[in-house]
């Protein structure tokens, strides 16, 4: 929510009182010719961004403006996410990459599901023998940060996948040990920037004569992991358990309670299943 404050109204509304923002001026948002480009889903967080901090600061007397009452959000349904098929995965892996460092972390996406925010925020201390211990997410605007729900989890990963981590997470010239980011960026303590991962993945894709790149984004790897891991790994609790999604009570509630050795010998056969083949030698 910070973020999209800071992208979205801070330039709108910087320098304002509270009390002088009204409806008027949230419903112009969905005037911009920005929102044509978002999804419904994110229309709607920007607009909570703004609206949800204002209506605390009515209900507690700070404001007389009721600015967030009648206000109609977009129906929440966005537009289907492309995928690759495991055929098309296959092919962008063998595929010669102009950057070997965006190739390594689009297959931590998929052989892991892990968001982009998880791989930039990964540090030497979060590779494990056979896992990655996913602790923190790393945002541009606040810096390194807990994950999406709050809660750290675990993912099993293959041992080449493992020992490229660390020939990465070798080559970072800070000398930051093991709070050195695996995918170190231009200055200390702070990662690369993720959008170049996507930047060359449209362009390992335009090599294997993919039609229409820009419809696959980066986070289209966390849906073909948890799609595929799905076909295989029938107990949805099992797959939240190395997803990080919490978006079921009872789910949640389950989850808590795995043994998770049990959980990770599972996810680490399927996805050697589905995604050892993928990356090849």
């Known amino acids: ?44 967080s920007i607009i909570s961004s703004v609206t949800v901090p204002l209506k605390w600061a009515y209900y507690n007397n700070l404001i007389e403006n009721n600015c967030f009452e009648g206000i109609i959000k977009c129906a929440n349904k966005s537009k289907q996410r492309m995928i690759l098929t495991m055929e098309q995965a296959s092919a962008v892996f063998k595929t010669d990459w102009e950057n070997d460092s965006a190739k390594l972390a689009n297959a931590v996406a998929m052989y892991t599901g892990m968001r982009q925010g998880e791989i930039a925020g990964l540090r030497v201390e979060n590779i494990g023998m056979d896992r990655l211990y996913v602790k923190h997410s790393w945002s541009k605007y606040d810096g390194l940060k807990c994950c999406k729900n709050g809660d750290e989890r675990e993912i099993p990963i293959a041992p080449q996948l493992r020992d490229a981590l660390i020939a990465q997470a070798r080559l970072n010239p800070y000398g930051e040990g093991m709070q050195g980011f695996v995918f170190f960026g231009l200055k200390p ?9 996507l930047k ?58 795995i043994e998770t050795d049990n959980v990770m010998d599972k996810l680490q056969r399927a ?11």
Request: hydrophobic share 35%; glycine share 4%.
């Open 200 to 257: 060359y993945l449209h362009r390992a894709l335009e090599a294997t004569g993919y039609q229409n790149p820009n419809e696959i984004c980066f986070h289209s790897w966390r849906h073909l992991w948890c799609s595929r891991v799905c076909d295989i790994v029938k107990d949805k609790r099992i797959v939240m358990t190395g997803s990080g999604h919490k978006t079921e009570t009872m789910l949640n509630h389950y989850a808590e309670h």
């Open 1 to 44: 929510m910070n973020a999209r404050i800071n992208i979205y109204w801070m330039k709108r509304i910087k320098g304002r009182e509270l009390g002088s923002i009204t409806k008027d001026d949230v419903e112009a948002f969905f005037d911009d010719p920005v929102v044509k480009t978002l999804a419904p889903k994110t229309v709607n």
């Open 189 to 197: 303590s702070q990662p690369t920037d993720p959008q170049n991962w």
């Open 271 to 281: 996805e050697a299943q589905l995604f050892l083949p993928v990356l090849g030698e």
